[in-house]
């Protein structure tokens, strides 16, 4: 078992930066490929980062977002840049026990609660 605990949300003007954080309980944390998600009102969860072995982004936030991890910490951040508009969401921490990054939901053991992004034009 683990636990995951996002923070770092809030409003947000276009072209303004978040840094997201996601700490995390219960388990070794090392054991665990990370990823962040988000989902926006009225649309299917999407996979925007991950973390095992190498990292790997969804294209619509390539360039703009970095998603790292402290294990030291048990902590998994996503520095967000440049943000747009379409980058409103609620976003979430996730941990998985395969090791490689998969980009679909049902991959994934492990949620955190979410936190809320929003960014105005």
């Known amino acids: 078992q683990v636990q995951l605990v996002e923070s770092g949300g809030g409003l947000v003007q276009a072209g303004d930066s978040l840094r997201l954080s996601c700490a995390a309980s219960?388990?070794?944390?090392?054991?665990?490929?990370m990823a962040w998600f988000r989902q926006a009102p009225g649309k299917e969860r999407e996979f925007v980062a991950g973390?095992?072995?190498?990292?790997n982004y969804a294209d619509s936030v390539k360039g703009r977002f970095t998603i790292s991890r402290d294990n030291a910490r048990n902590t998994l951040n996503l520095q967000m840049n440049d943000l747009k508009p379409e980058d409103t969401a609620v976003y979430y921490c996730?941990?998985?026990?395969?090791?490689?990054?998969?980009?679909?939901?049902?991959?994934?053991?492990?949620w955190g609660q979410g936190t809320q992004v929003t960014v105005s034009s």
């Open positions: 996730a941990a998985s026990g395969f090791t490689m990054v998969l980009t679909t939901p049902t991959g994934y053991n492990y």
């Open positions: 219960g388990h070794t944390f090392t054991s665990y490929t």
């Open positions: 973390i095992g072995w190498i990292t």
